[in-house]
């Protein structure tokens, strides 16, 4: 079982062995909260095992059993130049995590995931997929009637924020926003903002201050 969890490490819980995964790959650049540049992986035995039953496969640098030497036994030989640069910053971004603290980096990004959620919602917007499946690190948000997709990416960047397009069927449809890594409540709050300024000056209808009033309900209630 492999498992895509570019969005998800640093910001939502995997439980690798009790779920039975193989091999999960990640990367620096999202919840992380690290300079792009590294591909992070972990192998279970049963995927190393599987590995080894393959024999001589033609790809070098990507051949996990050509890393697994100088990873047990760093000084037994040279493998390849490493990134050293992103070495670093990836341990100072999982030192920055554990002194966080796992579960509450983990309760964060759920409180500012369901913010941001309440916040675009209450605006007019829809999310995808249903509730129960969210992501509490990246939204997936459908226009309402109205909105041109490419006119309001364009104006929301020109006022500060860079949001992604939809993809394949999608397209045109709805932006990708992130919420992860080390933000605070400061950037939830000014994020809704000025998405609701965006919405103000294309003219589309609704009322200001109720996405950013929805949001704040979240981030500010009592445990």
Known sequence: ??????????????????WGVDIVFAGNQKALGVPPGLANLVFSEKALERRNALGNISSYYMDINRWLPIMREPGSGYFSTHAINMVNALHQGLKIILEEGLEERFRRHRRFALAFQAGLEKIGFKLLPSKEIRAN???????????????????????????SA????LAGKLFRLGHMGSITENEVVATLSIIEKTLSDINYDFRLGTGIGAAEKVLFAKE
């Open 137 to 163: 690190t990246v939204s997936t948000v459908l226009y309402p009637s109205g909105i041109e997709d490419l006119a309001f990416r364009e104006k929301l960047y020109q006022n500060g924020v860079l949001v």
């Open 1 to 18: 079982i492999y498992v895509d969890a570019v969005c998800a490490t640093g910001g939502i819980e995997e439980r690798m062995d009790d």
């Open 166 to 169: 939809g993809k394949g069927v």
